[in-house]
């Protein structure tokens, strides 16, 4: 993975807009706008300052397995 971090929006960079919806709307456009690098990057980040803020900074997530059966088409 690259150094350089996802896209962000400025902290001093505001928008208004008529609806939750259509803030909604603005919000899946640009996750949509940023590349599967940047996404597994803004992932992590979040992880690491969760882990920061609980105090588990060198701990593991941890693991989660579940088996779906699904009906035959």
Request: aromatic fraction near 6%; hydrophobic fraction near 40%.
């Amino acid at each position: 993975m690259s150094d350089a971090r996802p896209p962000q929006r400025a902290a001093s960079e505001a928008h208004v807009y008529r609806s939750f919806a259509e803030a909604d709307a603005a919000d899946r456009a640009w996750y949509r706008s940023l590349t599967g690098e940047e996404r597994v990057d803004l992932l992590l980040d979040l992880v690491a300052r969760f882990q920061e803020a609980s105090g588990e900074a060198s701990s593991r997530l941890e693991r989660v397995g579940q088996v779906v059966r699904r009906a035959p088409r």
